[in-house]
């Protein structure tokens, strides 16, 4: 007895503070997480978002597919790129116009992190490979210009299964090289987004974030001139189907009018699947693949 009383303890403060015992999906949709991905993990995404606007005449919907790339380098350093694919207008539409968007890359480095509290900082640069001759496309999605973002990464862990997590960011953008015409100094910003997630079970996260962003200047594109306050409320539901794959899907609603005159809603679908490098991505097994057990040989004893 006084043997096991002290192993028991043990284990449960090890299970209590390892990160790996935080239970997946831990992530929001877009507010940064403290946690990254395991190092020597890797993690593939791909998301899809729409924008709409159902009664606005000015405004103009879109959509953009990105595929995403996050690589564990070390504990608590992680990598990421991002590549996007972004449409204006619906498919379809005499007037859809199809282009291959910007690249982001960034870089996270979790600093600090206890039991209760993380702290982490995330850089992060885009190079521009979209266009940036489209005066309707926000600043926030590809536009073809240089920009770079610093963002500090502030996490409670209230408890197992609920976090709140603050990210403070200051966005410099980039000029776009409008062709024929007079080029467009994109203003700064700077963006708060305050995030609060619970994890239902080992599977299953539900939240919602609040993302606030200001831009220096009221005129924030050619086209889009008094947008420069924008607030967006996201709930957030995430699902791990199967160990390593999260399925999400939520739609985020503009609240001030500077961004519901560009968009009213936008809807995030999409998944990530983390695994190993040196094991490889594992699939879900199929019961039809698995052997039949064998039938036992009736007994030949005499009762």
């Keep these: 007895?006084?043997?096991?009383?002290?192993?028991?303890?043990?284990?449960?403060?090890?299970?209590?503070?390892?990160?790996?015992?935080?239970?997946?999906?831990?992530?929001?949709?877009?507010?940064?997480?403290?946690?990254?991905?395991?190092?020597?993990?890797?993690?593939?995404?791909?998301?899809?978002?729409?924008?709409?606007a159902l009664d606005s005449e000015r405004s103009l919907p879109y959509q953009q597919l990105s595929p995403s790339i996050r690589w564990g380098i070390l504990d608590n350093l992680e990598a990421n790129v991002y590549f996007e694919l972004l449409g204006l207008g619906l498919p379809g539409d005499n007037d859809f116009q199809l282009a291959f968007g910007d690249i982001p890359l960034g870089l996270q480095w979790t600093f600090l992190e206890t039991r209760p509290f993380a702290l982490a900082a995330y850089a992060r640069v885009t190079f521009p490979t979209g266009p940036s001759n489209q005066d309707a496309i926000p600043p926030n999605l590809s536009d073809g210009t240089w920009d770079y973002e610093g963002t500090l990464v502030?996490?409670?862990?209230?408890?197992?299964d609920l976090r709140f997590m603050l990210n403070a960011s200051y966005l410099h953008q980039?000029?776009?090289?409008?062709?024929?015409?007079?080029d467009f100094d994109v203003p700064d910003a700077v963006q708060l987004g305050l995030a609060g997630t619970y994890n239902l079970d080992n599977f299953t996260l539900v939240g919602l974030e609040v993302i606030g962003r200001v831009y220096?200047?009221?005129?924030?594109?050619p086209v889009w001139t008094d947008n420069a306050n924008q607030?967006?409320?996201?709930?957030?539901?995430?699902?791990?189907?199967?160990?390593?794959?999260?399925?999400?899907?939520?739609?985020?609603?503009?609240?001030?009018?500077?961004?519901?005159?560009?968009?009213?809603?936008?809807?995030?679908?999409?998944?990530?699947?983390?695994?190993?490098?040196?094991?490889?991505?594992?699939?879900?097994?199929?019961?039809?693949?698995?052997?039949a057990p064998k039938k036992k040989k009736p007994s030949t004893r005499k009762r």
Excluded: C, H
């Excluded at 303890?9 to 390892?18: D, G, I, K, T």
């Excluded at 502030?154 to 197992?160: A, H, W």
């Excluded at 999260?246 to 695994?275: H, Q």
């Design 1 to 52: 007895m006084t043997t096991r009383l002290p192993t028991f303890v043990l284990a449960a403060a090890v299970s209590l503070l390892a990160p790996s015992a935080w239970a997946k999906p831990y992530r929001a949709m877009v507010t940064r997480t403290a946690e990254t991905t395991r190092s020597g993990n890797l993690e593939l995404g791909l998301r899809y978002q729409g924008f709409f």
């Design 154 to 160: 502030g996490e409670l862990r209230v408890s197992k």
């Design 174 to 182: 980039g000029t776009r090289d409008r062709g024929a015409l007079a």
């Design 216 to 221: 220096f200047e009221r005129a924030i594109t």
């Design 231 to 291: 607030v967006e409320i996201i709930p957030v539901v995430r699902r791990e189907v199967f160990p390593g794959l999260v399925l999400e899907a939520v739609a985020g609603i503009a609240v001030t009018p500077d961004l519901s005159n560009i968009y009213r809603f936008r809807a995030l679908l999409g998944g990530t699947y983390e695994f190993d490098l040196a094991s490889g991505p594992r699939l879900p097994e199929d019961d039809d693949d698995k052997p």
